[in-house]
C-alpha cells in the first residue's frame, strides 16, 4: 500500500511539470516588461524617449507584460489540464478536455450555490430601488455576505471560490482517474456513439456537478485550515525556513519536491499579501503580481513571498560548482579530462538554468550522505537570503537566468541581489573543500574515481534502477525490452508504439536501423516492414509485451541503437520455457502429435477457405498460428464450442478462447481492423465467460468493416498447435455458423 501511495505522489509531482514548465517564458514575459516599463529605472537611465509613456516600444512591452499577467492569473486551470494530461494513461488529449469542461462546470456549480444561499449578492450601490442594475453598469458588481476577505474571487469571469491552484489540481486529478476507467468503455449498440473516449467528457461534467455541490461545503473547511497554516508557517521565523529548504531538498530524489513546494507557491500556505488593491496567495503567485506593478512597489516582499525561493540561488550558481571543481580535482589523473569535461557542463547547466539533477543525483548515487550534506546546506541557503532579505523571484530555478531577469533587471532597490554573489561565493568555498574532505576521507567513488572503464553522472533513472535491483534482488532491467527496443532502432528512432491482439505496431524514424534478426530473438514469429510503419508478430500475449515496453521506454537512454556498435545481442540466458525455444508460435508448450483428425465447427456464415489465401501476410504464413478463414455473409459470430473467453480484445475486433480440452484458438474480425477503434464491434461476452455452443459472442457491421477495413476476411487461428498439427480445409464452399469447416490433423 506505501509503495503504490508512493507511486501515485510521483505521478502527481510529474504531473505539475506541464503547468510549471510554462512559467519560465510567462516569467520572462513578467520580467522584461515589467523591468523595462519601471519608472525608476527608466528615470535612473534617462531612457525617458525610448521607453517613457506613449512610446511605441513602451506600448509593446506592456503588452508582454500584460501576456505574462495572464498566465499566472489562469495558472489554476492549467493546473486542471496538465494534472490531467500527466496522469492520464492514453488519449491524454481527450482528458485535456474533459478536463477544461469539469473545471467550467465545477466552478459554475459553486457560484450558483453562493448566489442561491445569499453568501453572493450584487453590491447595493449598484442597484436601483427596485433591486435593479443601475443604468450604464455593465453585468454585475458583487460582494460576499457572512464570508472570510478574500474567500471568493473571479475564475475565468466566475465568482466561486478562492481555491487556487488547489482547484486545479482537484480537477485534473479526478478527470485523469474518471478518465482512466471508462475511455475504453463499451456501451450497447444503440448508445455506441457515445462510448469509449466520447464518454469521459460525459461523465466528467456530470462527476463535477456534484463535486462543486462538495466544494461548495467543504471548501470553506479546508480554506480555514489553510490559512491557519500559512500564518503558523509565516511565524515560523528563520529557522521554519531552513526546514522548508532541507525538505524542498530533501525530496528531490523521490520526485516528491513539486508535491511539497507548490502549496507554497501557489496557495495561502506561503502566505498572503495585497499588491495593487487585490489579495494575492501564495509566494511565488505575490512576487509576480509586484513584478507586474513594480512602480507601486518599494521592495519585494520577502515574508511572506521570495523566503520560499531565492535560497536556490547561492548553492545553485555557485555551491554546486564549487563541489564540482572538487570532484575534478580528486579524480585519477588518467580520468580527469573525462571527468572534466562531464562535470564543467552539469556545473554549467545548474548555474546558468538551474537544472541540478546531474551533480545531485551522482551525490545519491556514489554516497547518499554527501546529498544530506548538500540538502542542510541548501537550507541554511534559504534561511540566509530570508535574513538579508533578498527578493529575487523565479520561474522554477534558481539559474543566472532567472537571476539575471527577476533580481538584477528590476532594480537592487527592489530586490537586494547583491547579496547573492556575496554569501555564493563563501558557498563556492565551503562546497568545494567540504566535499573534497570527505570524498577523500571516506574514499567515495566521484566520477573519475572508480574503477570501471567508464566515466560518467548519474540521472534519477540510474538511482531508481538501483533502488528497485535492491528490493528485487536481481538486475533491475527488463532484458526483453530492451532488446525489443535495440531491434526497432534505439528509443530515439521510435516515434510511437501500439498492438492489436496479435502485433505490436510501431512507427519509427530510420526503418533501416530495425533488426529482424534481434527482433526475433525476444520471441516474436515475424516482422512486417510497411514504410515507417513496423508490426511485429508475438501473438495474443503482445499487449503485456508493449505494456512493458512502454515501461522500460520511460527510463531508456533517448540513443539510436547500431548493432554494430554493441555486439551484445544475444537473448539472455534463460530456460526454454522462459524464452519461447520449447513453445509453439502461440506460446504454449509443444506436444508431440498423434495423428488424429479432429473436426472444427465454424463461428461464421459464409464462404470457408484456407487461411493460406488471407489478404494479409502474417495470416496467411500462420505466422501466429494454423486456421481457416471465412469471408462473412454476416455480422453474426456463435460459439463453435462449450468454451471460456480468455480474452476480449478492448477495440472489439477479436477474442480469445479455450475448449475444456485445453485447445487455444483466437477469432479476428477483418484485417487491420484495430484502426476502426471498436467502431462496429459489438461484443455481447467478456474476460471469463464461459458460453455454450451456439451461444452469440458477437457481432459486427459487416458494411462498415467492408468499406472501412483491408479486407472483411475473419480468421479462426489456433495459437497453441501440438508440434506436427495443422488445419485442413477440406473443400471451400458456403457454409452457416456451426456447420463442419475444417480438420485439424495429427492432434
Request: charged fraction near 15%.
Amino acid at each position: 500500500m506505501k509503495d503504490k501511495i508512493f507511486g501515485v505522489l510521483q505521478r502527481v509531482g510529474r504531473s505539475f511539470m506541464l503547468p510549471i514548465a510554462i512559467l519560465p517564458v510567462a516569467g520572462l514575459l513578467l520580467g522584461i516588461g515589467g523591468s523595462f516599463t519601471n519608472a525608476t529605472m527608466i528615470s535612473a537611465y534617462h531612457l525617458e524617449a525610448v521607453l517613457g509613456p506613449g512610446t511605441l516600444l513602451n506600448g509593446f512591452l506592456n503588452i508582454l507584460n500584460s501576456c505574462g499577467n495572464v498566465v499566472f492569473e489562469n495558472l489554476p486551470l492549467l493546473f486542471a489540464i496538465g494534472v490531467a494530461v500527466g496522469m492520464a494513461k492514453q488519449e491524454k488529449e481527450v482528458a485535456a478536455l474533459a478536463s477544461v469542461i469539469a473545471f467550467f462546470i465545477m466552478h459554475t456549480a459553486i457560484h450558483a450555490l453562493l448566489v442561491i444561499s445569499g453568501k453572493l449578492v450584487t453590491a447595493p450601490e449598484m442597484m436601483d430601488a427596485a433591486g435593479n442594475a443601475l443604468a450604464g453598469v455593465v453585468g454585475s458588481v458583487e460582494q460576499t455576505v457572512g464570508m472570510l476577505d478574500g474567500s471568493v474571487t473571479k475564475v475565468l469571469g466566475i465568482s466561486s471560490l478562492q481555491m487556487g491552484v488547489f482547484g486545479g489540481v482537484i480537477v485534473g486529478l479526478g478527470v485523469a482517474a474518471l478518465h482512466n476507467k471508462y475511455y475504453k468503455i463499451q456501451l450497447p449498440q444503440v448508445l455506441s456513439f457515445f462510448g469509449g473516449t466520447r464518454f469521459v467528457p460525459i461523465v466528467c461534467s456530470v462527476a463535477y456537478i456534484f463535486v462543486g455541490i462538495l466544494m461548495y461545503f467543504v471548501w470553506p473547511v479546508i480554506q480555514n485550515g489553510i490559512y491557519s497554516l500559512g500564518a503558523l508557517v509565516n511565524s515560523s521565523g528563520y529557522v521554519g525556513t531552513w526546514i522548508y529548504g532541507i525538505i524542498e531538498r530533501a525530496l528531490i530524489p523521490f520526485g516528491l519536491h513539486h508535491v511539497f513546494y507548490m502549496p507554497f507557491w501557489q496557495t495561502a500556505v506561503g502566505g498572503q499579501l495585497e499588491v495593487a488593491g487585490q489579495m494575492v496567495y501564495g509566494a511565488q503567485n505575490i512576487f509576480f503580481a509586484q513584478l507586474g506593478h513594480m512602480g507601486e512597489i518599494a521592495h519585494f516582499s520577502v515574508n511572506p513571498g521570495t523566503r520560499f525561493m531565492t535560497g536556490k540561488f547561492p548553492f545553485m550558481i555557485f555551491g554546486l560548482p564549487g563541489a564540482a571543481l572538487a570532484m575534478y580535482q580528486v579524480s585519477k589523473p588518467e580520468k580527469k579530462q573525462a571527468a572534466g569535461s562531464l562535470l564543467a557542463s552539469a556545473a554549467l547547466t545548474a548555474m546558468l538554468t538551474g537544472i541540478t539533477e546531474p551533480l545531485e543525483f551522482t551525490f545519491i548515487f556514489v554516497a547518499p550522505f554527501l546529498y544530506g550534506v548538500h540538502s542542510v546546506l541548501a537550507g541554511a541557503a534559504y534561511m540566509l537570503m530570508h535574513m538579508l532579505n533578498v527578493g529575487v523571484g523565479m520561474t522554477f530555478s534558481g539559474g543566472i537566468i532567472d537571476l539575471v531577469m527577476f533580481g538584477i533587471l528590476p532594480g537592487a532597490s527592489k530586490t537586494s541581489w547583491y547579496w547573492i554573489p556575496v554569501v555564493g561565493a563563501v558557498y563556492f568555498v565551503v562546497y568545494f573543500f567540504l566535499f573534497r574532505f570527505l570524498i577523500l576521507k571516506f574514499d567515495l567513488k566521484t566520477p573519475g574515481r572508480d574503477d570501471s572503464e567508464e566515466v560518467k553522472l548519474y540521472r534519477r533513472s540510474d538511482v531508481n534502477a538501483k533502488k528497485q535491483g535492491a528490493a528485487e534482488g536481481q538486475e533491475a532491467v527488463d532484458e526483453r525490452s530492451q532488446m525489443i527496443l535495440n531491434g526497432l532502432g534505439g528509443k530515439k528512432n521510435v516515434v510511437d508504439v501500439d498492438c492489436c491482439i496479435t502485433r505490436l505496431r510501431c512507427t519509427v524514424s530510420k526503418p533501416e536501423l530495425v533488426n529482424e534478426g534481434i527482433l526475433k530473438k525476444t520471441g516474436a514469429a515475424g516482422v512486417i516492414k510497411k514504410g515507417q510503419g513496423i508490426q511485429v508478430i508475438y501473438g495474443p500475449t503482445v499487449p503485456n509485451i508493449k505494456a512493458d515496453l512502454v515501461s522500460y521506454m520511460a527510463t531508456a537512454p533517448d540513443v539510436e541503437y547500431h548493432e554494430e556498435n554493441d555486439k551484445k545481442t544475444a537473448a539472455p540466458e534463460s530456460s526454454e520455457a522462459d524464452t519461447g525455444a520449447g513453445k509453439n508460435k502461440g506460446g504454449s508448450e509443444k506436444k508431440a502429435a498423434s495423428g488424429k483428425r479432429v473436426p472444427l465447427y465454424s463461428p461464421f456464415n459464409g464462404k470457408v477457405e484456407s487461411i493460406e489465401h488471407a489478404p494479409d501476410v502474417t495470416f496467411a504464413q500462420k505466422m501466429i498460428g494454423d486456421g481457416f478463414m471465412v469471408m462473412p455473409a454476416n455480422g453474426e459470430v456463435l460459439a463453435p464450442c462449450d468454451l471460456d473467453v480468455a480474452i476480449v480484445f478492448p477495440t472489439g475486433h477479436a477474442v480469445g478462447l479455450k475448449t475444456a480440452d485445453g485447445t487455444e484458438f483466437m477469432l479476428h474480425i477483418g484485417v487491420d481492423t484495430v484502426k476502426l477503434e471498436g467502431k462496429g464491434f459489438e461484443p455481447l461476452v467478456k474476460d471469463g465467460d464461459h458460453v455454450k455452443r451456439g451461444q452469440k459472442l458477437m457481432q459486427f457491421d459487416l458494411e462498415y468493416v467492408k468499406n472501412n477495413a483491408v479486407s472483411e476476411a475473419c480468421m479462426v487461428i489456433y495459437t497453441a498447435l501440438p508440434e506436427g498439427a495443422s488445419v485442413e480445409v477440406p473443400e471451400e464452399k458456403e457454409i452457416k455458423a456451426l456447420d463442419h469447416a475444417a480438420d485439424l490433423i495429427g492432434v
